[in-house]
């Protein structure tokens, strides 16, 4: 079947600093993907997403590729703030049955401090 | 953007009662979802449906029933709560090209 996998947290992070959350999927045909936030107290929402091979998703200075030779949608930040301190969530789409099935991975939680 | 709204932000039910939890789109998406989120499990789906009177069974199916009537309602039925069913449960609409858009939630405690 379909899955995601997430790196563990928490990450910890000092402001300004460069990250990373790495993410790899395993989907038959052609999945689409995305990224979900969680900020503390709130729901979960659509931070990004990718619907084919070599997309670029972008919001509020996240970016992730979809890179289907390494099966991987690595969300990205040049510069963090202590705002970005959340759960991140990446999430694949694929035809399963009659529809699409969404399939989470278990969510990295983000620390970022002053 | 689809905006879904689910009935109930809080609930309290007792084991062994029958539960309903709502959940409305206000667009025509075909895919609409359930799952239920606890500390350190994650998310995990129940069901999904991605027509009127279309569902399959999720990862967690045991326990649950659901109901599309109708294209904007997505109903999750307990059948016979039970302790280990207190949990968050949340709604998912959307479609795979615009994304996909989740409730506020409903957080059910069965005592």
């Known amino acids: 079947g379909n899955s995601v996998t997430q790196m563990e947290g928490p990450v910890t992070l000092s402001e300004e600093a460069f990250l990373t959350i790495n993410c790899t999927y395993t989907?038959?045909?052609?999945?689409?993907l995305f990224w979900y936030v969680q900020y503390p107290g709130e729901g979960l929402q659509l931070l990004l997403k990718?619907?084919?091979?070599?997309d670029k998703g972008s919001n509020k200075g996240f970016e992730a590729t979809y890179r289907k030779e390494t099966t991987s949608f690595h969300l990205e930040k040049g510069s963090v703030q202590v705002s970005d301190s959340a759960v991140y969530f990446c999430?694949?789409?694929?035809?399963?049955?009659?529809?699409?099935?969404?399939?989470f991975g278990t969510g990295t939680q983000l620390k970022v401090e002053l | 953007d689809v905006k879904v709204t689910q009935s109930s932000r809080y609930l309290v039910k007792r084991t062994g009662e029958k539960v309903f939890l709502e959940c409305v789109q206000d667009?025509?998406?075909?895919?609409m979802f359930w799952y239920r989120q606890d500390p350190g499990l994650g998310l995990r789906l129940i069901y999904f449906?991605?027509?009127?009177?279309?569902?399959e069974k999720g990862d967690i199916p045991e326990g649950y029933s659901v109901s599309r009537e109708k294209k904007e309602r997505f109903s999750l039925i307990l059948e016979s709560a039970s302790t280990n069913q207190t949990s968050m449960y949340l709604c998912?609409?959307?479609?795979?090209?615009?994304?996909?858009?989740f409730g506020s939630g409903t957080r059910l405690t069965v005592v």
């Open positions: 998912l609409a959307g479609r795979t090209l615009y994304g996909y858009t």
């Open positions: 989907a038959t045909g052609y999945p689409s």
């Open positions: 667009m025509d998406h075909e895919n």
């Open positions: 990718a619907t084919k091979a070599d």
């Open positions: 999430a694949l789409s694929a035809i399963t049955g009659g529809g699409n099935k969404l399939t």
């Open positions: 449906s991605y027509d009127v009177k279309m569902k």
